[in-house]
């Protein structure tokens, strides 16, 4: 008999849902056009049963953001995806376009941190994972199991199922979309929204003509400051380096815009609480502000607006 996971108890009981995230003024007919034909199922993600469209989600992101701007609050928001969910299996498939650990063993030390970020962003932060229809698919021990092995992914199933061992539910106030982020970082919203704030970049690469052309683009005009990081492990070699990155970000600064790949979870929960600001996890945004998608491997859904 299949065990029933966490996930399919919350959608069997009807707190979550599947269904399309339509934002109004998202087109992702170019990337489908681009990437590979499992994208389209991408669109179909998890939605609360209290939030009715896409749009409710862009807006329940934009005043979490909004908030912390004013009222001074931690507000972490971490995207996790292929990567994390290899990582906190311990497997080295993680490192993908990026190196993010070192050993199988590098991870099992590294975990303990994750953890205790993880319960942070519990009570501060969003968690933003892409789970989709086609990475929660159950895998069958039958005999022919090998014949469709391609077909199988239950990815994310394993990642709600590592966040509840740690006694981790996604609820209404925990949890976003994964494409939702893309969506708000690239919107009008975000670029009015800082206007005249301190940003500081923190990310392997950085290009500041670039990154100020892209607010400029959107009539923005932030105070942009850079602090890098190294371009591997972060994820594993977070602690050694920890308080030389905070030393580096200004004390006044309104926001930070974080690249870190898998250690974007431990950047950003320190620095939000570490400064009582928003500290959002990128990702390919990052290389579209800096005028690199070439390191992103393809153009990503929710991110071109009409």
């Known amino acids: 008999m299949q065990k029933t996971s966490d996930l399919d108890r919350l959608i069997e009981s009807c707190e979550f849902r599947f269904d399309k995230l339509t934002l109004k003024d998202i087109d992702n007919s170019f990337v489908l056009k681009l990437n590979r034909p499992k994208t ?68 099992r030390k590294a975990i303990p941190l994750h953890l205790k970020a993880l319960k942070i962003l519990n009570r501060s932060g969003k968690y933003a994972p892409l789970i989709y229809p086609g990475n929660i698919r159950h895998k069958k021990k039958t005999f022919f199991s090998f014949l469709h092995k391609s077909r199988i992914d239950d990815r994310a199933l394993k990642f709600t199922e590592f966040l509840s061992h740690q006694s981790i539910e996604l609820t209404n106030e925990n949890y976003i979309p994964f494409y939702v982020v893309y969506a708000y970082l690239t919107s009008k919203q975000f670029f009015e929204i800082l206007e005249g ?110």
């Open 40 to 107: 389209k199922e991408e669109e179909i993600t998890l939605f609360h049963r209290d939030v009715s469209c896409g749009d409710d989600y862009f807006e329940i992101l934009h005043n979490f953001i909004h908030k912390s701007l004013i009222s001074g609050n931690a507000a972490p928001v971490v995207r996790f995806a292929d990567g994390e969910y290899a990582f906190y299996s311990k497997d080295l498939h993680c490192n993908g376009l990026y190196q993010q650990a070192e050993s199988v063993k590098a991870i």
């Open 197 to 306: 704030k301190k940003v500081c970049i923190i990310n392997s690469e950085f290009n500041l003509d670039l990154c100020r052309k892209w607010f400029a683009s959107s009539s923005s005009c932030p105070d942009i400051f850079f602090v890098e990081i190294p371009d591997a492990y972060v994820a594993t070699q977070w602690e050694s380096i920890r308080k030389e990155i905070l030393d580096r970000i200004p004390a006044d600064t309104d926001l930070c815009i974080v690249g870190a790949g898998i250690g974007s979870l431990l950047v950003c929960v320190d620095v939000a609480n570490e400064f009582s600001i928003p500290a959002i996890d990128a990702g390919h945004v990052l290389n579209m502000m800096n005028g690199r998608e070439d390191k992103s491997g393809e153009p990503r859904l929710y991110t071109i607006h009409k």
